[in-house]
């Protein structure tokens, strides 16, 4: 989990800050009638952040989740039907 949080946090701060720049130039250019819409979407974004990145991983923990929980099982000889010509191959 830490790696993944790791591995996510830049991707999550780059496209959360270039969210936000966007915003608040509608913030102070937009006038009042984009004021109150921007101020949410402000905070959205910030509450965003926080939920994506200490509260899912958080989440993920607390139900007990582990990394080979996640990844998903190669098909056996059982799972695959030969005598079927629709079947192909396994890739």
């Known amino acids: 989990i830490d790696n993944a949080i790791t591995s996510t946090i830049s991707r999550t701060i780059i496209t959360h800050g ?8 509608m913030l102070l250019f937009g006038g009042q ?5 921007a ?15 200490f509260v899912a991983a958080a989440i993920a923990m607390w139900l007990g989740i ?7 099982a ?3 000889k059982t799972d ?10 396994v890739v």
Do not use: C, W
Not at 80 to 89: I, R, Y
């Open 18 to 25: 270039s969210t936000q720049i966007m915003v608040l130039s």
């Open 33 to 37: 009638t984009l004021f109150y819409f």
């Open 39 to 53: 101020l949410a979407l402000t905070i959205g974004i910030l509450f965003g952040i926080y939920s994506s990145v």
């Open 66 to 72: 582990k990394r080979e929980d996640l990844i998903k």
């Open 74 to 76: 190669a098909p056996t």
């Open 80 to 89: 695959l039907n030969t005598e079927d010509p629709e079947s192909g191959a």
